[in-house]
């Protein structure tokens, strides 16, 4: 069986200009448009909307910086 390992920053690299879905520490979910990222996992994300667990909209947050050691998962978003 042949496996390919991949990087996390090929992954993060590859949703550049993406909607991604990142879950923070203490249970908060942001979904936005990944712009940029850093080593430190410190993510730009424009048009970024707070989520519930359902999926549903429950603040508009814009453009925001949010900082990588509150960052539990970065996933691609399905709309």
């Known amino acids: 069986m042949d496996s390919e390992i991949v990087s996390g920053s090929e992954v993060l690299s590859e949703a550049l200009g ?3 879905l990142v879950k923070l520490k203490g249970g908060r979910t942001i979904r936005g448009t990944l712009k940029c990222f850093d080593q430190h996992l410190n993510l730009v994300l424009e048009e970024s909307i707070e989520i519930n ?9 814009g453009q ?16």
């Open 18 to 20: 993406n909607i991604v």
């Open 53 to 61: 667990e359902d999926g549903k909209e429950l603040k508009k947050l």
């Open 64 to 79: 925001i910086i949010v900082r990588g050691d509150n960052v539990v998962l970065v996933s691609p978003s399905k709309l």
